[in-house]
């Protein structure tokens, strides 16, 4: 019989180590909701808190909070938020029926009226499942494209 993993609260400046497979994880940070960061990350071993703060942010997107919740992200550690994520980047949303509409979106709700240049490199408005996070983490070391993150790509 497998234990469940245990229940958790999402509480900001929570730090979830996030297995990638049988041997390796890395690890990511709650930010305000709906946001998480990713560190840039892959051991096979656990690393102490300072070390996973001071790693390089890969990205940052909005997840479901049942990736925490639900104890597949474990939770390792919390620290207060540092200034880095005081001002987090804006995601864009592009007019499925008018291709050529953009918005730039921020994480206080404003909406503004953007060109497709202005919206080149950033996240698209989307709330990933823990699952697609997981793939793109792992396709991101293992060098290759991730089938979520080129979908959400903007569309011509």
């Given amino acids: 019989m497998t234990d469940k993993p245990k229940r958790q609260r999402r509480i900001v400046g ?25 560190y840039d990350l892959l051991t096979a071993v656990d690393l102490p808190t300072e070390q996973v703060l001071a790693a390089k942010i890969l990205f940052q997107i909005s997840v479901m909070n049942s990736a925490v919740t639900s104890g597949r992200w474990a939770v390792i550690g919390k620290k207060p938020l540092e ?53 793109r983490l792992r396709d991101h070391y293992d060098g290759i494209p991730n089938k979520w993150f080129e979908s959400l790509k903007i569309k011509d």
């Fill in 83 to 135: 200034n880095v994520f005081s001002n987090p980047p804006p995601h864009f949303k592009q007019d499925i029926f008018h291709k050529d509409r953009f918005w730039l979106v921020y994480n206080d709700g404003r909406e503004v009226v953007a060109s497709k240049h202005d919206c080149a490199g950033l996240e698209r408005s989307a709330v990933w499942d823990a699952e697609h996070v997981e793939d």
């Fill in 14 to 38: 929570s730090i979830v180590r996030i297995a990638l497979d049988e041997k390796n994880h890395t690890y990511g940070r709650v930010l305000p909701a709906p946001l998480f960061a990713f």
